[in-house]
């Protein structure tokens, strides 16, 4: 069954940068969109970024745009999130997606504070 595991979370201070990874497994990667979605605390999950099966085609939130870049290697499966210029509204729990046909599949999400 469908595989996500996200990795690299943390603290970081406010302007600092981080870079998440998402391990995906046990479907055919690279004919799938991918996405990044956050959860903050008292909030609903919004959409952070997306990026379409062979990379050539990436989307944003207002919020994130010119500050963080999604990308993905179809050959280890994997997609990633590096964000820069981080704030401290960027705190959240930051989840991999995976739409396969009518399913979504979710990570087990990873936190990111920004704080000093």
Do not use: H
Request: charged content about 15%; some cysteine.
């Amino acid at each position: 069954q469908v595989q996500l595991v996200e990795s690299g979370g943390g603290l970081v201070q406010p302007g600092g940068s981080l870079r998440l990874s998402c391990a995906a497994s046990g479907f055919t990667f690279k004919i799938y969109a991918m996405s990044w979605y956050r959860q903050a605390p008292g909030k609903e999950r919004e959409l952070v970024a997306r990026i379409s099966s062979t990379g050539s085609t990436t989307n944003y939130a207002d919020t994130v745009k010119g500050r963080f870049t999604i990308s993905r290697d179809n050959a280890k499966n994997t997609v990633y999130l590096q964000m820069n210029s981080l704030k401290s509204e960027d705190t959240a729990v930051y989840f991999c997606n995976a739409r396969t046909g009518f399913v979504d599949s979710w990570g087990q999400g990873t936190q990111v504070t920004v704080s000093s």
